[in-house]
């Protein structure tokens, strides 16, 4: 799903592109994915936001599938009335010192993005190698539990040979 800056405003009826509160943000989500054909509908529960399938959509979902996310905040902050691509230091439409504080603040805000992404990246390897560490220590449990069964086994078949042997003899004797 794409959300652009046309979108929130389209969704809004605002030309600032700011999105205030968690009902800004429900009904963003909404137009996108009613204009996206998402087949999800986003509702404000108050202290999270419900996101429900909408099952003419997507039968094979069941019956209402949903889930919840909360709280719905604006990390953000204040961003620059411009994009990169805009900046244009031979026109005087902005003047040098508000590109330069935008830059800053885009590269800011980059650097932030990236170093959470490095944290998030951190916390998959961990899980993903806990993960395969639970596995391997599953599967050796399961092999140790097959042998020790199959010692109970042979043990068995040992008994059963010997209690053979023995009524054989006696029978003979």
Known sequence: MTINRKIVDDALGTTDGDITSADDVVTVFNAA???????????????????????TVHPEAGSITSLGIGPAYDNYGVLPNFGILDVDITSDAIDLD??????????????????????????????????????????SGVGKLVDADMEEVVEAQRFADATAARASVSFYC
């Not at 509702?43 to 099952?55: A, F, P, R, S, V």
């Not at 998030?120 to 639970?134: A, H």
């Open 33 to 55: 994915m009613a204009a996206q054909n998402v087949g999800v509908k986003a509702m404000n529960e108050g202290t999270y936001i419900l996101y429900e399938m909408d099952d």
């Open 98 to 139: 508000t590109y330069i504080d935008g830059v800053e603040t885009m590269l800011a805000k980059m650097t932030s993005a990236a170093s959470m992404i490095g944290s998030l990246q951190t916390r998959i390897d961990m899980q993903t190698n806990f993960s395969s560490r639970l596995m391997a220590s599953i599967e």
